[in-house]
């Protein structure tokens, strides 16, 4: 089966611009993980939903960061007003239950450019 | 913080075993131990995780140590293919907690 699909797969903006990075979960997965890694660090987390529910929110790095879910299946992260330091690359991830194995499955991500 | 410590890389020959290590002196005894890796340019994956016991799957196997403080990742016969970073990490899990917090990782080559 499809694993996780992210779109784009890259993305360049000018400082100042929004931007949406949309998450396609593996089908049935009620987890959803949105993860920023910078070059040459491991992923940092930024936000965790069961379902439609945003449980943890605790690592989103300002209030320019914006995530939903309303579907409980696709995601979409939503950068607002974008700065250099943005640039990234976002992972987003799957699993299929909210208990138990932590084993998640992740996109390819999509590599953010801020000029 | 990142709870584990690991060396920053190793090399491999092709065909040999890899042994990557990994300290978390400061586990505590619900904490799962976790390995993902993340070939260049791709999400990571996940590999294999125990709590206390080795444990073995087709991609690897985990050997934590008795005391829980340091565990020891085995890929039996490296390929090129094996070629990526790889992240040992402790995880808790309870509640709404499913933070997955990575360190630095460990840069494996394997070489022909």
């Known amino acids: 089966g499809a694993g996780v699909s992210q779109s784009p797969r890259y993305k360049v903006a000018k400082r100042g611009q929004d931007v949406a990075l949309r998450c396609d979960p593996i089908?049935?997965?009620?987890?959803l993980f949105w993860y920023q890694q910078a070059l040459g660090q491991g992923p940092e987390f930024l936000t965790y939903?069961?379902?439609?529910?945003?449980?943890?929110k605790s690592g989103l790095p300002s209030d320019r960061f914006f995530a939903e879910r309303p579907e409980g299946s696709v995601s979409t992260l939503k950068i607002q007003r974008t700065q250099q330091e943005d640039s990234a690359v976002y992972l987003c991830?799957?699993?299929?239950?909210?208990?138990?194995?932590?084993?998640?499955?992740f996109g390819p991500g999509t590599r953010l450019t801020v000029l | 913080d990142a709870k584990t410590t690991q060396p920053p890389s190793m090399d491999c020959a092709e065909g040999r075993a890899a042994n990557l290590p990994c300290n978390h002196s400061?586990?505590?005894?619900?904490?799962?131990v976790y390995w993902y890796r993340q070939i260049h340019s791709q999400g990571p994956q996940y590999i294999i995780h125990?709590?206390?016991?080795?444990e073995t799957n087709e991609m690897a196997s985990l050997i934590i140590t008795e005391d829980r403080k340091s565990s020891t990742l085995i890929l039996p016969h490296a390929t090129l293919r094996d070629t990526a970073v790889y992240y040992c990490?402790?995880?808790?899990?309870?509640?709404?907690?499913?933070?997955?917090?990575w360190g630095l990782g460990t840069s494996l080559a394997v070489n022909p």
């Open positions: 991830a799957s699993s299929l239950v909210p208990e138990g194995s932590n084993e998640q499955f």
């Open positions: 089908s049935g997965h009620v987890s």
């Open positions: 939903f069961q379902n439609e529910a945003q449980l943890d």
């Open positions: 400061t586990i505590s005894g619900n904490e799962y």
């Open positions: 125990g709590l206390k016991n080795n």
């Open positions: 990490i402790v995880f808790l899990a309870g509640g709404n907690n499913r933070k997955l917090i």
